[in-house]
Structure formats: structure tokens, C-alpha cells
């Protein structure tokens, strides 16, 4: 717990320091230390790649976090005192930079493939890419994420919040009915499916 507030109180500090000045790529240096310096996390699945995400959806969550409308305590803390023009000079950074894909195991990943390209008819679960496209790159006018390469493990915290009602910010309320009507198991595939989406 200790080490968790030494870094979180590091990070704040460096985020007032960087904000100041600077382009996207200086101000997303204390973003690095979770999302990675291109934006490809690679430290931890649980934190999302950023890289190649839309800018439109990453100042929106970032609003979101500062606003305390998204909850993490980690997110609320390092949106604080970012401006809207930090927010949209990390956004266009972040969306410039390339995802890096991970192989994925086709084993696990059928279920997946049917889910997202098809849905499901009988429990009214429509396909994943009619709103975030074929390969995952989403759609940055209605500030549907690009989903493609995404951390399974990410993938897979966050439709569990949509389904637990904990993630219900603006659009995601449309998320929260779909998630509602997936199981475990299409979830774990579906996350999969899309960690080697591209």
C-alpha cells in the first residue's frame, strides 16, 4: 500500500511538472510508466495499450477519469490536473503511435471469432464489430474504441464492469445491456479474439 501512494504521489508530481509545457509525446512520459513509452503496455495486462486508440475516445475517458465519472483511483488521481489541451496533445500522441499485436492461441479463440464477427441471436447479443469494425479499429466519430490488440486481461476487467454496472459513463451504458448478456466463458474468448484482432 505504501509503495502504491509513493508511486501514485511520484506520478503527480511528474504529470504537474510535464504539463506545463511540452508536446503530447513529453506529456505522455508519466503516462509511460503504465501504458509504455509508444503506448504498447507491456508491464502489466491489466493496464490497456493506448497506442493507435482514437483521440476522440482518449479525451473522453480522460474527462471521464478527471471528472470522477470513471472510477480508478489510479486514473482519477493522474487526470486531475490535466487540462483539456494536455488531454488532447497525450490523445493525439497516443492515437499516432502503432499497437503492437500479440499471437493468440486459435484454440481458445472460436467462440470468440463467432461472438465478435456474428453475435449471438438467441440471447440478443449483437456483434462486436458492427460497432468497433471488422479488424478491431472501431469507429472514432461515435468514439467507439479501437479494440485490436488489446490485453485480453484488460478486455476482459472491462466487460466485466460493464456488466457489473461499474463502468456506466456516457456511451458505455450501450455496453452495460450487451455485457449483461455474455457469459463467462464468451467473455474470456471474446477478450482473446480480440488480443490478436488486426
Not at 508491464?43 to 480508478?72: D, M
Not at 488521481?77 to 503492437?100: G, V
Not at 458492427?130 to 466519430?141: E, I, L, M, S, T
Amino acid at each position: 500500500m505504501k509503495t502504491s501512494i509513493k508511486i501514485l504521489f511520484l506520478g503527480l508530481t511528474l504529470v504537474s511538472a510535464t504539463c506545463l509545457a511540452g508536446d503530447g509525446k513529453t506529456k505522455a512520459m508519466t503516462c509511460s510508466a503504465c501504458h509504455g513509452m509508444d503506448g504498447n503496455s507491456i508491464a502489466n495486462p491489466e493496464w490497456p495499450s493506448l497506442a493507435g486508440q482514437h483521440a476522440s475516445y482518449i479525451v473522453t475517458q480522460l474527462k471521464a477519469f478527471k471528472a470522477g465519472e470513471r472510477k480508478n483511483v489510479n486514473m482519477n488521481a493522474m487526470a486531475a490536473p490535466l487540462s483539456e489541451e494536455d488531454m488532447q496533445d497525450i490523445a493525439d500522441y497516443y492515437a499516432s503511435q502503432t499497437i503492437s499485436v500479440a499471437s493468440v492461441d486459435a484454440a481458445g479463440t472460436e467462440l470468440g471469432a463467432k461472438l465478435y464477427r456474428g453475435g449471438n441471436a438467441a440471447t440478443g447479443v449483437p456483434a462486436c464489430m458492427a460497432c468497433h469494425g471488422p479488424n478491431g479499429a472501431g469507429n472514432p466519430g461515435a468514439v467507439y474504441p479501437a479494440l485490436r490488440g488489446q490485453h485480453a486481461k484488460y478486455t476482459t476487467l472491462q466487460l466485466n464492469a460493464y456488466k457489473g454496472g461499474e463502468r456506466a459513463n456516457g456511451a458505455a451504458a450501450i455496453m452495460g445491456a450487451i455485457a449483461a448478456r455474455l457469459t463467462p466463458e464468451e467473455i474470456e474468448s471474446v477478450s482473446k479474439f480480440i488480443q490478436g484482432l488486426h
